[in-house]
């Protein structure tokens, strides 16, 4: 397992940015494919998107964030970011990353690929 640590969430209006970061404390952390989900009042917990570390950094994406949300990664400081724009209302939820440290080869959208998770960051859409 790796130690996750995300930053950047907070209170913004419809229509705005956000910037999340997940820290990785493992040097190995360029290896590992890194997921964001988020969990948002009285939901389960939804995939939003993920980015691998090989084939150029491929990421994929659920349809609710589609086109407004993009995932990097700075293998150098051992970093992961989402980058959220246009933020609605139903945004709002605790936002995790979490990595597959093990390769476990379930399907990237499930939680169940992820055995590392960070302690969460919350961001508050306002209508």
């Known amino acids: 397992q790796v130690q996750l640590v995300e930053s950047g969430g907070g209170l913004v209006q419809a229509g705005g940015s956000l910037r999340l970061s997940c820290a990785a404390s493992?040097?190995?952390?360029?290896?590992?494919?890194m997921g964001w989900f988020r969990r948002a009042p009285g939901k389960e917990r939804e995939f939003v998107g993920v980015?691998?570390?090989?084939?150029?950094?491929?990421?994929y994406y659920a349809d609710s964030v589609e086109g407004r949300f993009t995932i990097s990664r700075d293998n150098a400081k051992n970093t992961v970011y989402l980058q959220m724009n246009s933020l609605k209302p139903e945004d709002t939820a605790v936002y995790y990353c979490a990595a597959d440290t093990t390769y476990s080869g379930r399907y990237y959208s499930s939680s169940l690929a992820y055995d590392s998770w960070g302690q969460g960051t919350q961001v508050t859409v306002s209508s």
């Open positions: 980015i691998y570390w090989s084939g150029g950094g491929r990421t």
């Open positions: 493992e040097r190995t952390f360029s290896r590992f494919r």
